[in-house]
DNA sequence: ACCTGAACACCGTTCAAGT
DNA sequence: ACCTGAACACCGTTCAAGT
């Protein structure tokens, strides 16, 4: 039988938010989400459960800090795009792929709740396809799309049985990206629709702050 | 001080299935996906915790169960669409407005693990796609976008910290449609370039910024 | 400042026993 | 067949008390 219900104390070097997180992480990909307890996460820090909430508040906010990476690692992953279109496609794969790195990272992420001003996150990760020409409430409203489209897709993709039943029927990657790439492209011709009305002066402004 | 922690014992009629799983709506929408479990569920049905083990496997089963009548919903209320593209995005509106109609179904979903065999299900929803013209592994993937756009959106959605940032920024509801839209349109856009190869329409890449 | 021990109010689940 | 009572092994969280 295997006894292997005890995880040795990891390290006794210290304890602050960063490496709450990262044994966090641990445990996930060890015991899924439904074995990410406080009392194991603890133990797996050679620490007792409640000293836990001398660095985080509760349960809920280091699931949403968790969650909080994946965003961060995407922003991070789209560096030399240029068009807003190509910016938005490479975020959502690097979004995706930052997710699968982890087990029940998606449901991690559909569980957490934004703790932080979400308007900082947001904001930073629009910037740049403002910056590349669009204007901030499309900028929003794609960005958005695009991540409730990966975050959705995920979940799925990291669900054993819809796994298994959708990976014998279709290539998951190349499926994924062949939605991302629909979505953009539909955003696309959408922003060409209503710029050719007015004469698109609204293009190629660079690093346009956009202040009102 | 509002001292309502005790729910009345609803009715005594009968205990299926089926009120079951009514009951655990009417328990999710009033505390919330945090807030539902058995105990407060058996108490709603005027019975004992154990007593739900008779009808249900678990708790997964029973999430399961719950999650899979969005599906239903959704699947019913596509009803006079002729086009496979207008039954899509007619799809993705039920999905999502079935889903809004009862607190946290959207995180629900996604913590629901399908336990009936899949296959029933996505072929019973894409068949109308088939029907409709388009080929077998298209329609799925196509489909398996759509719900996957849908269901995160509407965690997003009905997340109240994102939804109330999101809210003063954009309308959710357009939001939504726009990019449901424009997926849908570039599955068009897809299809109709594969389908007419040597008619010379080379739109490989989406042109972000279309000249002018 | 940072952590432990002990406790509280809950869980999901099992199982003998009742009817 | 269908449900109860009691129990088991867990939870998240609080809080006095230790260092």
């Known amino acids: 039988m295997s006894g292997a219900r005890k995880l040795p104390p990891r390290e006794t070097a210290k304890l602050d938010r960063t490496?709450?997180?990262?044994?966090?992480?641990?445990?996930?990909?060890?015991?899924?989400?439904?074995?990410?307890?406080?009392?194991?996460?603890?133990?797996?820090?050679?620490?007792?459960?409640?000293?836990?909430?001398?660095?985080?508040?509760?349960?809920a906010e280091l699931i949403g800090m968790m969650a909080a990476t994946f965003g961060e690692v995407a922003a991070r992953a789209e560096p030399g795009e240029k068009t807003w279109a190509s910016r938005l496609i490479a975020y959502g794969h690097a979004l995706r792929q930052a997710m699968l790195l982890h087990r029940d990272a998606a449901r991690l992420c559909a569980i957490a709740r934004p703790i932080e001003p979400p308007a900082e996150n947001a904001n930073r990760v629009a910037a740049p396809l403002i910056a590349a020409g669009l204007d901030q409430k499309r900028a929003l409203s794609y960005q958005a799309s695009v991540i409730a489209y990966t975050l959705g897709w995920v979940v799925y993709e990291q669900s054993q049985p819809m796994h298994e039943h959708l990976a014998q029927m279709l290539d998951l990657a190349e499926s994924f990206a062949s939605g991302l790439r629909a979505m953009v492209r539909g955003f696309v011709a959408e922003v060409a629709e209503t710029t050719t009305k007015h004469r698109g002066q609204q293009r190629q402004r660079p690093q346009a702050k956009s202040r009102d």
């Open 19 to 59: 490496t709450i997180v990262e044994a966090a992480f641990a445990v996930l990909s060890e015991k899924g989400l439904d074995g990410l307890s406080l009392r194991v996460l603890a133990t797996h820090l050679g620490v007792q459960a409640p000293a836990l909430y001398w660095h985080v508040r509760n349960k």
